[in-house]
């Protein structure tokens, strides 16, 4: 069983479209976030939800938008896509408030990425 | 000043030997840290964590920290061409209440069989 899953693993679709990306962990962690990865391997974060809530915001457009259901679940929808956007995306999760030392709270656990071109 | 940096190589070492990666971190507050192997085409995964100064070893790798000097290294003895990859070191610190990791750029090393 995958601890940290997200679809789909590739999307392609053309400028000006919205697409979602759905993210889920089995680990039962608190902590879950997106990064982005650009074609210079810089791993952005974007946001971070602690139990539904959301802790961290970046400087994101507001094209961006997460949504975390439940905290086993965070969702990232894109409107009006643009070509800056294609990247790779990676869903994390993390113990967060339920972890008991702090190294352990911040060990993060990636899933497989999906990689977004925009044309 | 980046809040995390790291040279992004190559770093090119022959097999057998000591790759040697290093990070260097802004802000003093900081309070763990982390180095992240990322295969192409794959997710970082977890290698090391450390969070009081000096050495920490695990089979073929020793992180080592030095908060005064704000750095943190990552040693890989006897160098295989499978550690072929980015490493990617993470700072951890306290922000509104949460922990907020930050990443450096990665450093990308070859091991040349």
């Known amino acids: 069983d995958t601890a940290v899953s997200q679809t789909p693993k590739y999307l392609v679709t053309q400028m000006g479209n919205d697409k979602s990306i759905k993210c889920e962990q089995n680990l039962g962690h608190d902590t879950m976030y997106w990064y982005k990865q650009d074609s210079k391997k810089f791993l952005k974060i974007m946001f971070s939800?602690?139990?539904?809530?959301?802790?961290i915001n970046e400087t994101v457009p507001n094209r961006f938008s997460p949504k975390s259901p439940d905290k086993a679940h965070l969702n990232l929808h894109i409107n009006s896509l643009e070509l800056g956007d294609s990247a790779v995306y990676f869903c994390a999760s993390s113990q967060g408030s339920s972890g008991g030392h702090r190294i352990a709270k911040n060990i993060q656990y990636f899933g497989a990425g999906t990689r977004l071109s925009v044309l | 000043q980046k809040e995390v940096e790291q040279n992004s190589g190559p770093l090119s070492v022959p097999e057998g030997a000591i790759a040697s990666l290093n990070c260097t971190y802004s802000d003093r507050v900081s309070q763990s840290f982390f180095w992240y192997r990322q295969y192409s085409g794959k997710s970082p995964e977890l290698i090391m964590s450390?969070?009081?100064?000096g050495d920490k070893e695990d089979g073929r790798f020793t992180a080592q920290l030095n908060k005064a000097s704000q750095y943190v290294s990552l040693l890989i003895r006897d160098s295989q061409p499978s550690d072929s990859a980015t490493y990617l070191c993470a700072v951890g610190k306290d922000s509104g209440g949460y922990q907020k990791v930050t990443f450096g750029t990665g450093t990308k090393l070859q091991v040349i069989p």
């Open positions: 939800y602690n139990n539904k809530e959301l802790i």
């Open positions: 450390i969070y009081s100064n």
